[in-house]
């Protein structure tokens, strides 16, 4: 995703997936690689975590400092509160003196990440400090037939920036195939990427990711029928200009109308008035429309991915249809 270069907010990167998924087992890679980045790794509580021992220089009650600068904070039921007292440690001098150049926060296996992403939305003060680069989900491979009966599971899946599907040496190239298409339809929008032992580039898990054209989607009318309470995912495409004031108005519409229902939403917008193409982020309820880089040569079109349950499409379309500028209001 494009950023601010003004922006001086600290990054933060969530790694998520059900359990068996090698989220520990990318954390301590990403721990020990040699990027020359230093972490504030938070987690629910140390004895889920399970951080290399070669890697821990001293710890107290509540903060594991390890031997390459980065420090690793206990979350006790209160994101919120650790991230302030986070930064209140940093500016204190309390933490090592270089403290640290981004956040990692590791989810526990059960745990869905939209109250997380809420908190770092919502929250006042943390989003004065913080902004989330991406969402990592890791699938177990091996492991998906049980983990994708779980609604948390899937909507990590949903919600992801990237998804990593994690132990491809433990199923056979077809079942990994059938993995992939499974995974591209619960959410068409993020990059999937297959590893083994969660091998994987430090570079790629911290790249700050922007939807991507529908040309590179998967086709989603070839996604099963889903039933009532299952993940759906599908697009909306237009040509024309929108008008801004209507556009918010829809979103504002689409949030109120679709609470709980609407998992992802996200997309690129063509706003009359505006020479660059505006980027839609939206997590239930919350979204965002911000100015993104300039269309260039690029088609000027909207494109927008909604992934959710119990989605009227039909409906989307009309309202999509309604925010065209010049259009007459009708009632």
């Known amino acids: 995703m494009s950023r601010d270069p003004f922006d001086s907010r600290m990054p933060v990167t969530i790694l998520t997936g059900w359990l068996g998924a090698g989220k520990t087992t990318l954390l301590n890679r990403l721990l020990a690689e ?27 009650e509540d903060i594991v400092e390890l ?44 745990a869905e990440p939209a109250p997380l992403l809420r908190s770092f939305l919502v929250e006042e003060i943390v989003a004065a400090l913080y902004r989330v680069d991406s969402v990592v989900t890791l699938v177990d491979s091996a492991h998906w037939v ?22 491809k040496d433990l199923v056979k190239a077809g079942r990994l195939e059938s993995l992939s298409r499974e995974l591209g339809q619960i959410n068409p929008v993020a990059p ?16 700050a990711r922007e939807p991507r054209p529908l040309s590179d989607l998967v086709d989603l009318s070839l996604a099963p029928h889903q039933e009532e309470n299952e993940l759906q995912a599908f697009t909306l495409t237009s040509s024309k200009t929108l008008d801004p004031l209507r556009t918010e108005l829809w979103f504002n ?57 119990n989605l009227n499409k039909k409906s989307l379309e009309r309202g999509l249809q309604a925010c065209v500028a010049g259009k007459p209001l009708t009632t």
């Open 253 to 309: 519409s689409i949030a109120s109308s679709h609470s709980g229902e609407l998992v992802r939403w996200k997309g690129f917008l063509n706003l009359e008035g505006h020479e660059e193409r505006a980027l839609l982020q939206g997590t239930y309820e919350l979204f965002n429309v911000a100015a993104d880089k300039a269309w260039g040569t690029l088609p000027r079109r909207t494109e927008l991915v909604f992934i959710g349950r």
């Open 192 to 207: 999937l990427l297959e590893t083994s032992q969660a091998e994987l580039d430090s570079a790629i898990v911290f790249q």
């Open 67 to 110: 031997s390459n600068g980065c420090v690793c904070c206990s979350v006790r039921g209160d994101l919120v509160r650790t991230l302030k007292q986070l930064r209140k440690r940093r500016a204190l001098g309390l933490l090592p003196a270089r403290a640290f150049d981004r956040v990692l926060l590791e989810t526990t296996g059960i």
């Open 34 to 60: 040699p990027h020359g980045q230093r972490f504030a790794v938070l987690v629910n509580e140390f004895g889920e975590i399970g951080v290399d021992q070669r890697l821990i220089l001293r710890s107290n």
């Open 146 to 167: 049980r983990a994708e009966k779980e609604t948390a599971a899937r909507d990590q899946v949903a919600l992801a920036d990237l998804v990593v599907l994690n132990k």
